[in-house]
């Protein structure tokens, strides 16, 4: 057991090591910082969904939805509101936040496919409102004609917008608040009720847990993570299409949580690193790029269905 | 006052009356064995008194209060904690953890962030308590589904148990083991009425378990209720052995 634990510790250090110098180690790879917080971005948003796929037990596939709402959120509050970064990082994160709570009650009681279908579809109804909605969204166009601003504490400023490390190290920094909450609830009696749902709903029901208002509780605050997500993938690129919103989107965070191991916290992190890299390598090789990270998954899922984190473990206990 | 008292209910499932008109009262402190024969309406029986499906028709009360339209987590808050047939419990975790999640729910933490030191040492403390009653504590950390099927359901047992239950139900709590499993999920059980005063109603199988252990028995037989009397009422009823025990015994 204690050996455990600090091999855990071990690990849980070098991911931290790793993401707090990733500024200077992935350019000398030949990488580049923009893609680094790309990878933090999108790690963010597939570890709040395994928040509710893996230590719940509940597959949502309309993620997207709130990644986008939180995108849209942040861009539009920059665009017409206020020319603030953290006002629209707050914005972004509570719109997709109340819709999921809002929305929450009328798909908790679906299981499975069901809550699966459901959640698609709601998702596409935020797709088709930004699609159609031009002059307020920008349309199929994306919304364009803003920029995230310089953070500004009064006594510093400092300038996200050019300075790329600097953005970098922002997004870290609510990477790590955020990731830190989710640790944190995990290993809490809540959290441990929501294993108890993951593992076996009828004796979780029978031991006294209203299984569907912990669902909620669980489902807005991965929402809630993933809208932050959302916020910060929108500053990122300056910019918000409406395929944050679309459902290949969500099924792109499934497959990120799957990929890197959906029962193991850092796994969606792993997963989200390898798609991001491979998209930005194949895609400049070759249009069809999607197929072979398609065929990449179907092959961890068939062998290694723990992920590629589970492969490295059995590696590391063997 | 009685503890449980069911009036009347029955469960339809279409035409399929698999529950028709029982009654039971049960006292505190009662050791009830609900009999029959397979399709006797036994587990459906359970299933209305715990809040699984509600009844067709008929009034269930509980320690006063009706509780006839309450959830089954609602029930559970007032005091009636059960068992399945099928051991439901929380494989991938181990036992120390499956008790911790059910030490925790009853201790009102279900929806803390936090535990402090002090309620996380009474947490341990009952943990311990529990594996110890349960002669669970040289496995606590033993995954449930690796371990047999008689500490599966002793450990499934004592998660009812720290519900700190005024009422235990119990489905079949010896089904599908062998003599020495079966003789020690009995004397837990006779352990836990005796010495814990607890209220529990069994469907078993096993009739040496159930004339070993039942305060009272009740039988059934194609959803109505045949017959009801201590052990050795039930033993002697002719209706009894015509339906059940007589082709049991033959």
Request: glycine fraction near 10%; charged fraction near 15%.
């Amino acid at each position: 057991m204690a050996g455990d634990d600090l091999q855990k510790r071990a690990a849980t250090a070098i991911v931290w090591l790793l993401l707090l110098g990733m500024p200077f180690w992935l350019p000398a790879i030949g990488g580049y910082t923009e893609l680094g917080a790309r990878v933090v971005v999108l790690g963010l948003a597939a570890m709040s969904l395994n928040f509710l796929l893996g230590y719940t037990g509940v597959l949502s596939f309309g993620h997207a939805a709130y990644f986008g709402l939180g995108a849209y959120g942040a861009g539009m509050t920059i665009r017409y509101l206020v020319p603030s970064t953290s006002l629209s990082i707050i914005v972004g994160t509570l719109a997709g936040t109340i819709a999921a709570a809002l929305i929450g009650p009328m798909i908790i009681r679906l299981r499975g496919v069901y809550f699966a279908m459901v959640t698609i579809a709601f998702g596409q109804t935020f797709y088709f409102i930004a699609f159609r909605w031009n002059t307020v969204t920008g349309g199929d166009d994306g919304l364009i004609g803003w920029t995230r601003q310089p953070l500004d504490f009064g006594f510093a400023k400092i300038d996200i917008l050019h300075d790329s490390v600097a953005f970098y190290y922002l997004v870290l920094v609510l990477f790590a608040v955020a990731v830190g909450c989710m640790a944190w609830l995990l290993r809490s009696p809540f959290g441990r009720t929501l294993l108890a749902i993951r593992e076996n709903e009828r004796r979780a029901r029978f031991l006294g847990i209203p299984v569907d208002q912990h669902i909620w509780i669980s489902w807005v605050i991965s929402c809630c993570f993933v809208s932050l997500a959302g916020a910060l993938y929108a500053l990122l690129n300056n910019f918000v299409d409406p395929r944050a919103l679309y459902w290949s989107q969500s099924g792109d965070f499934v497959i990120m949580a799957v990929l890197g191991g959906m029962r193991s916290f850092w796994g969606p992190l792993l997963g989200a690193a390898i798609f991001v890299v491979l998209q930005d390598y194949l895609s400049s090789q070759t249009q069809n790029w999607m197929s072979f990270v398609g065929l990449f998954f179907v092959l961890v899922v068939l062998f290694f269905p723990r992920g590629v984190l589970g492969i490295i473990r059995r590696r590391a206990a063997a | 006052m009685s503890l449980l008292r069911v009036e009347n209910v029955s469960k339809h499932f279409g035409s399929l009356v698999a529950v028709n008109n029982i009654s039971m009262v049960v006292e505190p402190g009662e050791l009830r064995a609900v009999i029959g024969p397979n399709g006797a309406g036994k587990t459906t029986f359970f299933n209305l008194i715990s809040g699984f499906f509600p009844p067709t028709s008929g009034r269930i009360v509980f320690n006063g209060e009706d509780i006839t339209a309450l959830k089954p987590a609602r029930r559970v808050w007032r005091g009636m904690a059960r068992t399945f047939q099928i051991t439901e419990v929380f494989p991938e975790l181990p036992v120390r953890e499956n008790l911790r999640i059910a030490v925790e729910v009853a201790a009102g933490n279900r929806l803390n962030p936090w535990l402090s030191r002090d309620a996380d040492g009474e947490v341990r403390a009952r943990i311990v308590e529990l594996m110890d009653m349960g002669g669970l504590a040289d496995k606590a950390d033993r995954l449930v589904g690796e371990l047999a099927h008689g500490d599966q359901r002793a450990t499934e047992i004592m998660m009812a148990l720290a519900l700190n239950p005024r009422l235990l139900l119990l489905d079949e709590p010896t089904a599908g083991m062998g003599d020495q499993e079966t003789y020690d999920i009995t004397q837990l059980i006779r352990k836990l009425h005796r010495e814990e005063k607890l209220a529990i109603v069994l469907i078993e199988h096993d009739m040496r378990v159930v004339f070993h252990l039942a305060d009272r028995i009740m039988v059934l037989a194609e959803g109505e209720p045949l017959a009801e009397g201590t052990p050795r009422e039930i033993g002697a009823n002719e209706a009894v052995q015509a339906a059940y025990l007589g082709k049991a015994a033959a």
